[in-house]
T-cell receptor
């Protein structure tokens, strides 16, 4: 059964630093992987979607990579800002099941 | 820009009431989903629908039902609300099975 893990659960970094959030999954048979952002008490905002045939996707200061063979994805945030503070979740779409599987998220706090 | 709209941000209902949570998408998406999100448990799938009049049970359908009479609208129904249904409810949609998800802003439901 597919499992998605995000470590660490929480992270605090000073403003301006570049940082990497990690997502690992146990079964490499996936269609795609999606990164989301969630602000407290709000819904999920899609950041990046990586199809299984892709290695990475970029949007502004965000870059997401995918290594299916090792079961890992990273979300790179450049020049972090206090407005980046939020919980970041990754979700995979397995090939064998149409239900996406979410990680528990990493709660990111950017220190001004 | 694509949009998934949940009709209420906050709701307070009494135990035993029948509760309707409404979700509307303006993207002509085929698939729609209802999740609940609880601390420590993450997102859990309640029901989903691949097309009008169709519905499928997710991982935790007990105590809930759904209605999809029109393509753009997917309603979650709590037949008799209970305190253990206090949660954040999130609606999502997608074009089709291999595409990414778009989420609404969530409804925080409190059952007293």
């Amino acid at each position: 059964k597919q499992e998605v893990t995000q470590i660490p659960a929480a992270l605090s970094v000073p403003e301006g630093e570049n940082l990497v959030l990690n997502c690992s999954f146990t079964d490499s048979a996936i269609y795609n992987l999606q990164w989301f952002r969630q602000d407290p008490g709000k819904g999920l905002t899609s950041l990046l979607l990586i199809q299984s045939s892709q290695r990475e996707q970029t949007s502004g200061r965000l870059n997401a990579s995918l290594d299916k063979s090792s079961g890992r994805s990273t979300l790179y945030i450049a020049a972090s800002q206090p407005g980046d503070s939020a919980t970041y979740l990754c979700a995979v779409r397995p090939i064998r099941d149409d239900k996406i599987i979410f990680g528990k998220g990493t709660r990111l706090h950017i220190l001004p | 820009d694509v949009k998934v709209t949940q009709s209420s941000r906050y709701l307070v209902k009494r135990t035993g009431e029948k509760v309707f949570l409404e979700c509307v998408q303006d993207m002509d998406h085929e698939n729609m989903f209802w999740y609940r999100q609880d601390p420590g448990l993450g997102l859990r799938l309640i029901y989903f629908s691949y097309d009008v009049k169709m519905k499928e049970k997710g991982d935790i359908p007990e105590g809930y039902s759904v209605s999809r009479e029109k393509k753009e609208r997917f309603s979650l129904i709590l037949e008799s609300a209970s305190t253990n249904q206090t949660s954040m409810y999130l609606c999502a949609s997608r074009v089709g099975q291999h595409y990414g998800y778009t989420f609404g802003s969530g409804t925080r439901l409190t059952v007293v």
